[in-house]
């Protein structure tokens, strides 16, 4: 079992840059891989990106692919998420989420374990 706290988000105008961190305690942090999520309000959970359990392969969700940076530091057991670019658009509560299966997924039901959330808003 993993647990996962999320802290980086906050208000922000158009254009601005933010640095969303994700920590993990428990279970070895090299048995997961790790993805970020996000929801905005009166809108499904969506996905944003996922990276690999060595960190060697990255995905992004269109939305955000050329915007957004996922990274993880296995020594530290941590998995960022750098958000650049930022639109009205990507505001909505984000979570980092953990899974222990053996092909990465783009889709909620594929983790078992999620952070609380971090709001982030994005004012135009």
């Known amino acids: 079992q993993v647990q996962l706290v999320e802290s980086g988000g906050g208000l922000v105008q158009a254009g601005d840059s933010l640095r969303l961190s994700c920590t993990a305690s428990g279970r070895t942090f090299t048995t997961y891989f790790m993805g970020w999520f996000r929801q905005a309000p009166g809108k499904e959970r969506e996905f944003v990106a996922r990276?690999?359990?060595?960190?060697?392969?990255?995905y992004y969700a269109d939305s955000v692919k050329d915007r957004f940076t996922i990274s993880r530091d296995n020594a530290k057991n941590t998995v960022s998420l750098q958000m650049n670019s930022l639109r009205p658009e990507d505001t909505a509560v984000y979570y980092c989420?953990?899974?222990?299966?053996?092909?990465?997924?783009?889709?909620?039901?594929?983790?078992?374990?999620w952070g609380q959330g971090t709001q982030v808003t994005v004012s135009s």
């Open positions: 990276i690999t359990k060595r960190g060697g392969s990255t």
């Open positions: 989420a953990a899974s222990t299966l053996a092909v990465t997924s783009t889709r909620a039901e594929r983790y078992d374990y």
